[in-house]
C-alpha cells in the first residue's frame, strides 16, 4: 500500500507564491513511477494540473498554469513538488498529487492509482 502525504497548502493573495510537497511514506521505490498533481475546484470536475514522468525529463503542464507552475522531484527523498507562483484566483482548488501505475507520463486520472488526501489552496484577489 502507498501513502502519499501532502503539504503546503493555504491561503495567499493573488500574486503570492505557495510550494506544495507530496511524499510517499510507504511502498515501492517512488522513482520508479510518474507523478502527478490534479486539482479540483467546488463544482468542477477534477482536473490534470501538471506530471513528471520517472526522472523528471517529461513533464507535462495545463494551459491555465503554464510559465506559472512548476514540478519537481526528488527522488532520494522519494518527494514530487508543485512550485506555484503569480496565483489567481481560478487557482483555488483542492489540489491532490497522485502516482501513476507506470513510469511514464499520462494524462488521464484513470492512469494514477494512489491518491494522496489532498490540500487546499486558497487564492483571494
Known amino acids: 500500500q502507498v501513502q502519499l502525504v501532502e503539504s503546503g497548502g493555504g491561503s495567499v493573495q493573488a500574486g503570492g507564491s505557495l510550494r506544495l510537497s507530496c511524499t510517499a511514506a510507504s511502498g515501492r521505490t517512488f522513482s520508479s513511477y510518474a507523478m502527478a498533481w490534479f486539482r479540483q475546484a467546488p463544482g468542477k470536475e477534477r482536473e490534470l494540473v501538471t506530471g513528471t514522468d520517472w526522472s523528471g525529463g517529461n513533464t507535462y503542464y495545463a494551459d491555465s498554469v503554464k510559465g506559472r507552475f512548476t514540478i519537481s522531484r526528488d527522488n532520494a527523498k522519494n518527494t514530487v513538488y508543485l512550485q506555484m507562483d503569480s496565483l489567481k484566483p481560478e487557482d483555488t482548488a483542492v489540489y491532490y498529487c497522485?502516482?501513476?501505475?507506470?513510469?511514464?507520463?499520462?494524462?488521464?486520472?484513470?492512469?494514477?492509482?494512489?491518491w494522496g488526501q489532498g490540500t487546499q489552496v486558497t487564492v483571494s484577489s
Open positions: 497522485a502516482r501513476s501505475r507506470g513510469e511514464f507520463l499520462v494524462l488521464k486520472s484513470s492512469g494514477y492509482d494512489y
